[in-house]
């Protein structure tokens, strides 16, 4: 059994990977971990040695190993943008969560998480990341096989909605 979360940064993807994790007694995988983890470097450590390009060619190569894993999966905010990506999350088996949140929910959690853990938030700023929110929200809606909206929601209640639909 595996359950993928896909979602703009700031939407939950890792905490409500946690209380899935947990509801359901299944192992949690996350993909920007298991990405350093290969890397050996954090992620923004990684954008600056290397660049976004050979991230994404590292976040393929480990999406791939990672669709064999059981259990819940969480990827990063720009997993699904790269159409041989979406192939591979729209051809594995298990359900795809698109964890949905308003332009003011991602503002208020990316404020509050700050710059540095985010590479991408620190080249654009909150107006160009809430561009590239809309950009990638056709993405997100056409692989998902449920939409989950997030806003005012616990994580715990979120985790019990998908459980709910699966
Ligand atoms: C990215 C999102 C990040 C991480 C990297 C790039 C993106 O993951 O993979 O900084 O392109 O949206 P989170 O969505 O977990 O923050």
Known sequence: MRITLIGFMGSGKTTVAQELSQQLALPNNDLDTLI??????????????????????LEQKVLTEALSLEGILSTGGGTPVQVSNQDLLQNQ?????????????IT????????????LFQQLGM???????????PIYEKIASE??????KQPAEIAEEIIHTI
């Open 108 to 119: 208020t959690r990316l404020l509050a998480d700050g710059v540095a853990s985010r590479p």
């Open 147 to 152: 939409i989950i909206t997030v806003d005012g």
């Open 36 to 57: 350093e983890q290969a890397a050996g470097l954090t992620i923004p450590a990684y954008f600056e040695q290397f660049g976004e390009a050979h991230f994404r060619q």
């Open 127 to 137: 107006d160009g990341l809430l561009e590239l929110k809309q950009t990638r929200q």
């Open 93 to 105: 088996d298990g359900p795809v969560i698109f964890l949905d949140a308003s332009d003011q929910t």
